[in-house]
Nanobody
């Protein structure tokens, strides 16, 4: 089973930056790209972006393209989400998960709050 641990959230002002981390362990987590997702209060969880473990190919949602950057440290089994030019609408709990399409073992996530 895959275990995921997200960290790095906090309270920032609009325009600030944050870097989130996601460390994975367990079996077969490298079989899928690692995705970042977020869920704002009262909204559905949405895809933010993803990265492949070996080749570090990245994908981003249009809403974060140009502001967020995903990177990977394969030696640490850790994926990062660098968030720049944060906006109040980026406020959400951020999660990481393999991009299986039907992931159901979500971690606790990390809260990001952006004040205007």
């Amino acid at each position: 089973q895959v275990q995921l641990e997200e960290s790095g959230g906090g309270v920032v002002q609009a325009g600030d930056s944050l870097r989130l981390s996601c460390t994975a362990s367990g079996r077969d987590f490298r079989n899928y790209a690692m995705g970042w997702y977020r869920q704002a209060p009262g909204k559905e969880r949405e895809f933010v972006g993803a990265i492949t473990w070996g080749t570090a190919i990245t994908y981003y949602a249009d809403s974060v393209k140009g502001r967020f950057t995903i990177s990977v440290d394969n030696t640490k089994n850790t994926v990062y989400l660098q968030m720049n030019s944060l906006k109040p609408e980026d406020t959400a709990v951020y999660y990481c998960a393999p991009t299986t399409g039907d992931w159901d073992n979500w971690g606790q996530g990390t809260q990001v709050t952006v004040s205007s």
